[in-house]
């Protein structure tokens, strides 16, 4: 197992109708900011509950942060927080609002040019050590921002990651009833995130890191027990309940504490994202698959070990296992009715150069938890996934 440092502060209030646990966690005297996505946290409810809950504070709106937020729209809400002294900002939303109101958090106070320290990505030596406090109402199973102080943020035709030890929300209330009237595609993507961010931390190769595989396989076979059922049954809370926990737990830290990580599925599909606007959860479907198949090799000993204790393959060769592994993967996405070809979302071979273009205008030339994926490698990968 590898030297780690672990640290997380955040604090995770799980559960139904925790609306009046805002009330002790958010500063009376604060100034707050209120940060939405669409109209769906007004017609649901969700707005008029948190309000309610912050009973006489001074409060403020900034709707409209889009899925992958735009740069532009964040620079937005941060001349709002500046001209109106805000105090506090309290994320009502999913990932892209979470990961949006990290991105104002950390460049309200900042006085330089927030794109530079974007494209270096890891920016929490760069700032001041200040930055506008922040909560979170999750809404969406999904990206684990709830609970990480990771962020990616669109920018013309690229996304970008960044991580601050500054971006941790000081709490995020995670209540499964607000998911229900999620519509199911986007349910779907969340399943295939939370997925996909425990394999980038799993598959990959051995450390003995024997607990971090563990609490890997267990949000597998969690989601693989719940996945269907939370698409077929919108309103079963101990569905909802056990996928809104795995997505937070799948990128919280501790499943890859200690352990290689991947993310080249991440750092390719950001490109069909960018380019496409192929939703994330579907991009991660297409490029697992037939990264995995690419990389079987230099994965074996873990495909092997996923295919035991995930898929329970236990029959037949090494190659046959791991295979069949991979052939059930695509399976349990399609099962969730999200494709895994590129061909489903109109991309075709004509379109793999931009796409190979942009890894390289992006610095993602050398990826894996190897660094051995060259971009002749990830223009394999798309070819197969077309």
């Known amino acids: 197992m590898f030297d780690f440092e672990f640290h997380n502060p955040t ?10 646990c805002l009330d002790q966690l958010v500063p009376a005297s604060s100034k707050v900011l209120l940060t939405y996505g669409g109209e769906s946290a007004r017609k649901y409810g969700t707005l008029d509950k948190t309000r309610a809950a ?49 991105f104002i958090s950390l460049f309200s106070p900042y006085a330089g040019d927030p794109f530079s320290l974007l494209v270096r990505r890891s920016i929490g030596t760069d700032l001041a050590d200040k930055a506008i406090p922040f909560g979170a109402v999750s809404t969406l199973p999904a990206t684990g921002s709830e ?3 990771r962020g990616v943020i669109s920018h013309g035709q690229g996304k970008y990651p960044f991580l601050s030890p500054l971006s941790f929300p000081l709490f995020s209330l995670v209540d499964p009833s607000l998911t229900f009237t999620l519509p199911p595609a986007q349910v779907a993507n969340g399943v295939v995130d939370a997925f996909v961010h425990t394999t980038e931390q ?17 949000i ?40 290689p990580q991947d993310w080249a599925t991440h750092m390719i599909g950001h490109e069909l994202t960018a380019l496409f606007g192929i939703d994330h959860g579907q991009s991660l479907a297409v490029i697992l698959p037939a990264l995995l198949e690419a990389r079987r090799e230099k994965k074996r000993d873990k495909l092997l070990q996923y295919a035991g204790r995930v898929w329970d393959i236990r ?61 002749e490698i990830s223009r394999s990968i798309l070819e197969s996934a077309l």
């Open 11 to 20: 604090k995770i209030i799980f559960g139904r109708d925790r609306f009046a």
């Open 54 to 102: 912050l009973k006489n504070r001074t409060i403020l709106e900034f709707g409209g942060i889009e899925p992958n937020p735009h740069f532009e729209t964040l620079m937005k809400a941060v001349e709002m927080v500046r001209a109106e002294k805000i105090s506090f900002l309290l994320a009502v939303g999913g990932g892209s609002v979470i990961d949006g109101t990290k």
């Open 147 to 149: 609970m990480n102080n």
């Open 202 to 218: 799993y598959l990959t190769f051995p450390v003995d890191g024997r607990l971090q595989d563990r609490i890997a396989e267990g």
């Open 220 to 259: 597998l076979l969690t989601l693989l027990e719940i996945g269907e059922t939370t698409l077929s049954e919108p309103d079963n809370y101990p569905a909802r309940a056990n996928l809104c926990w795995c997505a937070t737990m799948a990128l919280n830290g501790l499943t890859g504490a200690g352990v």
């Open 315 to 375: 029959q037949g060769g090494e190659d046959e296992r791991i295979s069949a592994s991979i052939s059930r993967t695509r399976e349990f996405f399609e099962r969730l009715g999200v494709r895994t070809r590129l061909s489903a979302y109109g991309v075709g071979a004509g379109d793999i150069p931009a796409i190979v273009d942009n890894l390289r205008a992006h610095g993602r030339t050398a990826l894996s938890e190897r660094g051995d994926l060259t971009l």
